[in-house]
């Protein structure tokens, strides 16, 4: 499959390797070889007992290892991302850089100061009033209480808190909480700071105010590594990306061809994924949904299909027994679970007919996909009885990537056209009347 | 492996501020958090702290005095018995509350690196400054009472500060312990049982068979106890004549240093790898 080894390629055969990684002379962050292990916390022994009863036990649990040989460097003022799914070490590699997990092997290097919040609002007490949060966060941060009385005002200023501090937290709203947890995270004079998943909440203003404040922070050459799931934010801001699966280092580099990797590795794993466990399907079996795909206006099956470009989705059903207008119909959706597109032949007011049973069908919808870059799956279903029941529901049963030419920050990317007229100024337009009545 | 030949070493990841400094900023973060937030929502706030040991004294007062007359022969008996009573709870209270501050604090420690002795010294510290609030409370109510202040008082600080260095490296060791065994918690529970009724806290030291008091004064807050007692009025032996021959009383010392040693060497061994317990 092309897909395979396309990232095949980008595989660090050996590290001697590697030559899109610039070599540094002063390294922002090293990280050389490093493993983290974790004994693996299955039924450890909490109490004497379990551990006098089951004395092998403990000794038999096994390891994870979380991070596996990871290799990089991060140059002074380089806004850093990682990615990769759940599970694939990104917050263990974020807390070894902070320094709450201790790397079991390798080397790692933070050249000046690293800020030790990777989270915001961490030690928060919702009985608590911001003043007295602030103080707690400053002093995790090692900063002396005077310094940060004093930069206190700047923080409500900033996280635009000013009418709401003598409220106690637990009376915050949600965007106002992670308001503060940043405005009181960024106070500290810190070389490298490490974020992570800070844009999943507020409203988009503050978080653009965020990225003002790391390209603030990239130009007085201060160091941002970032990890979050938002490929969009990954694309947009990062200089260079670090893809990890299973802890393990798949790629490092420009963010777009990391993006483009993940996502296909992704789409590889989630369809190994399929074997090893069934997607949901309910039905009562009247008939059955035996295949889905997309394919191409010249036959192909496609799973990667282009943005504005024709596509075809089909299955085939099998029909267990004869229905009289059978609902065939198809949603498509996006990684969050939206469901971007739905179309059915009780929607389209399409009679079906009498199909008999024994009989198989091939029901196919023909689309421009006009879906922003990104990954998606189709659900097909069949219904009878104007919908009232359902012989065969298929969730995720395929699932396909959409390559987008052009960036879209919407969900959709329609077909559009944009024009830009001037207004006439009042100016001309007295001009224009005055030349009519001359 | 070849690879770290590449790198090129670079300075070691540090906090914003010495280690020392930014133990110390934790420290009394946290303690004036936990300070406020033990009253908040009170409406006498911070004046329970001098209206409790008020009112325990009022109760022990009429208890034995007017009810049991168990300590009629000794002077300044609730006097007495209150001063033992708060230092005894200032250590239970800092223990107590210590055993479960790390687990308490695991998202904190989970996601922030920085000292983690400050948890567990943070919640001894609040229960100091409790304990400071009941002695002028306790010094206060000894004068009306009629104690003599004497310049031996001054002897009083010493004394404290041991019950204060116990309190902590005992406070270290089991909020450790507690993150990977459990049951540190109902052990301790047993052992402050133990100690309370090994301390000459309700009873005197003078009423005890002989035998068991040597045995009673291997305990370092017994002998603490037992020379505060000493001080207040001297008509109460000292620890020394408590245990017989003052040369015994390097066992309660030797127990003493043992456990704060145990405690620290234990702390600075599993604290590391604290937030990967948890």
């Known amino acids: ?438 | 492996m070849s690879t770290a030949a590449r790198y090129i070493p670079t300075r070691v990841a540090a906090a914003s501020s010495p280690r020392a400094r930014h133990f110390l900023y934790v420290v009394a973060a946290l303690a004036r958090t936990e300070f406020k937030l033990r009253y908040a929502g009170s409406v006498l706030g911070y004046l329970w702290t001098l209206l409790r040991p008020l009112m325990l004294f009022g109760i022990l007062y009429t208890v034995f005095t007017q009810v049991f007359r168990f300590g009629g022969g000794i002077p300044h008996y609730p006097v007495m018995l209150l001063m033992a009573i708060i230092l005894f709870s200032f250590f239970a209270d800092a223990t107590n509350g210590a055993l479960q501050s790390l687990v308490q604090r695991d998202n904190l420690l989970r996601k922030v690196a920085f000292p983690r002795a400050a948890i567990p010294v943070a919640v001894c510290l609040t229960a100091a400054a409790n304990l400071l609030l009941g002695l002028v409370v306790v010094f206060t109510l000894a004068i009306i009472d009629g104690v003599e202040v004497r310049a031996e008082w001054l002897a009083f600080a010493p004394i404290l500060a041991v019950i204060l260095g116990l309190a902590t490296t005992v406070s270290l060791l089991l909020a450790v312990l507690y993150v990977r065994y459990r049951d540190v918690q109902a052990m301790w529970e047993v052992i402050l049982q133990l100690l309370f009724w090994g301390t000459p806290i309700i009873y005197t030291i003078e009423t005890v068979p002989e035998r068991v008091r040597e045995v009673l004064m291997l305990n370092p807050l017994a002998v603490a106890i037992q020379q505060v007692r000493h001080l207040i009025d001297d008509r109460a032996p000292s620890a020394a004549d408590a245990i017989g021959r003052p040369i015994l009383l390097l066992v309660p010392a030797f127990i003493t240093l043992g456990v704060a040693a145990l405690g620290l060497f234990t702390f600075s061994r599993l604290a590391p790898t604290v937030a990967e317990d948890l």
């Open chain 1, 1 to 438: 499959m092309t897909v395979e080894t396309d990232f095949a390629r980008r595989l660090p055969e050996s590290s001697d390797k590697a030559p899109e990684e610039p070599r540094l002379e002063q390294a922002a962050v090293t990280c050389g070889g490093l493993w983290k292990t974790f004994r693996m916390p299955v039924d450890r022994p909490y109490t004497l007992k379990q551990r006098v009863i089951h004395p092998r036990r403990s000794r038999a649990a096994g390891t994870l290892h979380a991070l596996r040989d990871v290799t990089f460097q991060i140059a002074p003022g380089e806004f850093f991302g990682v990615i990769g799914r759940n599970g694939s070490g990104k917050s263990t590699l974020l807390k070894c850089l902070a320094g709450v997990y201790r790397p079991t092997r390798g080397e790692l290097a933070v050249a000046g100061r690293v800020s030790p919040f990777i989270e915001l609002g961490v030690g928060f007490n919702t009985e608590l009033t911001a003043f007295d949060n602030v103080m707690v966060n400053a002093s995790l941060l090692g900063i002396p209480p005077r310094e940060a009385r004093a930069s206190f005002d700047e923080i409500i200023r900033f996280a635009e808190l000013e009418d709401f501090v003598e409220l106690k937290l637990k009376n915050y709203s949600s965007g106002m909480y992670v308001r503060l947890g940043f405005a009181a995270a960024i106070q500290a004079k810190t070389d490298v700071l490490l974020v992570d998943e800070v844009l999943a909440v507020g409203d988009m203003r503050f978080q653009q105010k965020c990225f003002d404040t790391f390209r603030r922070f990239k130009r007085e050459g201060r160091t941002v590594v970032f990890v979050t799931h938002d490929l969009a934010a990954i694309e947009r801001f990062c200089d260079r990306a670090l893809l990890l699966e299973a802890g393990e280092a798949i790629a490092i580099g420009d963010p777009e061809e990391i993006i483009h990797i993940y996502r296909q590795h992704d789409l590889g794993t989630r369809r190994s994924d399929v074997e090893a466990e069934p997607k949901p399907r309910w039905g009562d079996g009247a008939a059955e949904i035996v295949a889905a795909w997309f394919e191409d206006d010249y036959g192909q099956r496609r799973n990667v299909l282009t943005q504005a470009e024709p596509a075809t989705f089909r299955a085939r059903v099998r029909f267990e027994q004869t229905l009289v207008n059978p609902i065939f119909g198809v949603i498509l959706e996006n990684e969050r679970g939206h469901h971007v597109f739905v179309t059915n032949t009780m929607f389209d007011r399409i009679a079906t007919g009498v199909i008999a049973a024994g009989t198989e069908v091939i029901y196919s919808v023909r689309l421009v996909v006009q879906l922003a870059d990104g990954a998606y799956s189709a659900s097909p279903a069949v219904a009878y009885e104007d919908a009232f029941r359902f012989a065969d529901w298929r969730e995720r049963l395929v699932d396909f990537e959409v390559r987008a030419e052009r960036p879209t920050g919407g969900i959709a990317d329609f077909v559009h056209e944009t024009s830009l007229d001037h207004i006439p100024t009042r100016h001309a337009v007295e001009d224009g009347v005055k030349g009519r009545l001359e």
